[in-house]
């Protein structure tokens, strides 16, 4: 009598993607999964379908507007003097843009502020004077430009003749900003007063460079590297440096085997540094390695790499960056790992499918409360739903290799949906034995007027059991609508194993 021989809920759903790869027995129980999520409203409200295994939701487009270049840099803002604008944006045709949101969503289309002199690289800030005037602080290759807001008075060369071996590393730490000034040093900026300055207020290895800046709530943290040229196949010596942001010199030093980290986010769960070959949990007491693989960032030719560094962010208890799946950007994600939800399991994930043969240019959890915002060098710009929204469709869900003590034969696979399948929805499935072979079709349902389906079993397409004897992975296919899956049971015989 056949019996249920494997069966996969929402625990499993829950544990995401195995970076260890298809023959992984520990992590995630998906292969692949790029746009497909177990979470629904994540990080806003909790939803009936929290658990559930579906297509991530596809992005709304903002307007570009007559604003041109690649979205380098973000930051959330409201002020009535930029008509009280939620968030404005650096792109890499030198525009400083704005973008209104109303009901926490964009409205309307992107608009220049104001054009820089010379080349932007990321990194936005804005201050308020101690006198009530509030200015844009925008970094240029070679100089630091400063925008009031309500003159308006630009004036690139602000802080003139900064370095031009630069990547873009700029922070806000408590009441001054922290740059990256060529190589060697570091400058500052006081924000009371907006006047009060230092182009290096920290020195060190003149052969090093800052490639990103944050803080971990008491000192800065500074990424160094002396892979100036940023080549990503050069392990050169790469460090983070604790400083206390007016000492002469650092308190701490760690080194991180990496090319270079394009980032450091500090998130409610610690700092973390991205870097070309993984991601870093950086604390004063030193730094531990929480991604062993590339996170996948756009890198483009030589330095200019690092001005995608802010295709990195977190979204509640997890972070979030954009990048290629596979060693090209044919296929493209929004990539999460940790907790989407605070009381969801902690998992690496593909919520989104991002754009494809597109590179992503900036990711940013932190605009809008329930939404990822996505760039890329279309250029264009979109604002995703973690889970909720209209899902995306033709993304699909590969397992991990199940591995067998014997052979069996699979009879049929059951699924069972959370909801009725309803007008417009197709599921496909196939059974891979390994990936040297084509897979076996078992089928598709969609939804059929005559009856309302909550479970449906899928059959070899070629008739009668399919005789597994060592391994087998299922591949779930999103093919349109909005299915939503419970669980999955394989049903068939085990087989007594014949020797050869």
Request: proline share 4%.
């Amino acid at each position: 009598m056949e019996k249920p021989l494997l069966t996969l809920g929402s625990e499993e759903f829950q544990s995401g993607i195995a970076p260890l790869g298809a023959h992984s027995e520990m992590g995630g129980i998906f292969y692949k999964a790029t746009g497909i999520t177990p979470l629904f409203d994540a990080g806003v409200s909790v939803s009936v379908n929290n658990g559930l295994l579906m297509a991530g939701a596809s992005g709304t487009f903002a307007s570009y507007g007559t604003v041109t270049g690649n979205i380098i840099s973000s930051l959330a803002f409201n002020s009535n003097d930029l008509a009280n604008t939620d968030a404005i944006f650096a792109t890499s045709a030198n525009k400083v843009c704005r973008l209104e949101f109303a009901s926490g969503v964009p409205s309307g289309s992107l608009t220049t502020i104001f054009t820089a002199g010379t080349t932007l690289t990321p990194g936005l800030a804005i201050v308020q004077t101690s006198g009530g005037l509030i200015y844009i602080i925008y970094r240029q290759i070679g100089q630091m430009g400063r925008y009031e807001t309500s003159g308006p008075t630009q004036t690139d060369n602000w802080i003139a003749s900064l370095g031009t071996d630069y990547f873009g590393a700029m922070h806000t730490y408590f009441d001054t900003i922290i740059y990256g000034n060529g190589l060697g040093k570091v400058g500052t900026i006081d924000v009371p007063s907006v006047t009060s300055t230092s182009t290096s207020a920290l020195d060190f290895d003149i052969n090093s460079m800052a490639t990103a800046i944050s803080d971990d709530g008491t000192y800065v943290v500074i990424a160094i590297t002396k892979n100036i040229k940023a080549d990503t196949t050069l392990l050169s010596p790469t460090k983070v440096l604790f400083w206390d942001s007016f000492a002469s010199s650092w308190l701490r030093e760690y080194p991180i085997s990496d090319p270079f980290i394009y980032s450091l986010k500090k998130t409610p769960i610690g700092l973390f540094a991205f870097g070309v070959t993984g991601i870093w949990q950086v604390s004063f007491d030193g730094v531990k390695k929480v991604f062993s693989h590339s996170p996948g960032i756009y890198t483009a030719s030589g330095a200019s790499a690092l001005h995608y560094g802010n295709a990195t962010s977190f979204f509640s208890d997890a972070l979030i960056w954009g990048g290629q799946v596979g060693s090209s950007n044919a296929v493209t994600a929004v990539k999460t790992l940790g907790k989407l939800d605070s009381s969801a399991l902690s998992a690496y994930l593909h919520p989104l499918q991002g754009p494809i043969s597109k590179n992503i240019t900036l990711v940013d959890g932190q605009l809008s409360k329930g939404y990822v915002f996505v760039a890329d060098d279309t250029p264009q710009l979109a604002y995703y739903p973690i889970g909720s929204g209209t899902p995306g469709e033709g993304v699909s869900a590969q397992t991990v290799y199940f591995q067998l003590n014997q052979p069996i034969d699979i009879k049929h696979i059951d699924v069972v949906f959370g909801e009725p399948l309803a007008l417009g929805d197709t599921l496909d499935l196939d059974v891979y034995r390994d990936q040297d072979n084509s897979a076996t079709d078992f089928g598709s349902v969609s939804y059929d007027s005559t009856k309302t389906i909550r479970r449906f079993q899928f059959r070899n397409a070629s008739g009668g059991a399919l005789s597994i004897d060592e391994q087998f992975s299922l591949l779930i296919s999103f093919t349109a609508g909005a299915v939503k899956i419970k669980k999955i049971e394989v049903f068939g015989h085990p087989m007594e194993r014949k020797n050869i």
